[in-house]
């Protein structure tokens, strides 16, 4: 895979997505979409968060310089990470 990449999924409760031992993972909990995602050279995950219903759609986009999380096409949260995401080079 390479960069930029789009993730689009539905709000459900509990764990959306999980990869390769948190790496990549993205849940929702009494009104709160998370997504965690760890990179080479950081010592914890960065994370995301949004308000959210179930049903919502979401989408997390992933730029070399960016990540975006999307609430209904709406940005909720970004954050500038530095190095790879982990889950793109397993």
């Known amino acids: 895979m390479t960069l930029p990449l789009s993730l689009q ?8 997505f999980g ?4 790496a990549a993972l993205a849940e929702y909990r009494d009104g709160t979409l998370s997504v965690s995602l760890s ?4 010592d914890t995950p960065l994370t995301l968060t949004a308000p959210a219903r179930v049903g919502d759609r979401a989408e997390l986009v992933l730029f070399p310089w960016r990540m975006e999380l999307w609430v209904n096409d709406s940005l909720q949260d ?3 990470p530095h190095g790879e995401p982990l889950f793109l080079s397993l």
């Open 9 to 16: 999924f539905p709000v459900t409760p509990g764990i959306l």
């Open 19 to 22: 990869y390769d031992n948190h």
């Open 39 to 42: 990179f080479r050279g950081h």
């Open 78 to 80: 970004e954050e500038w």
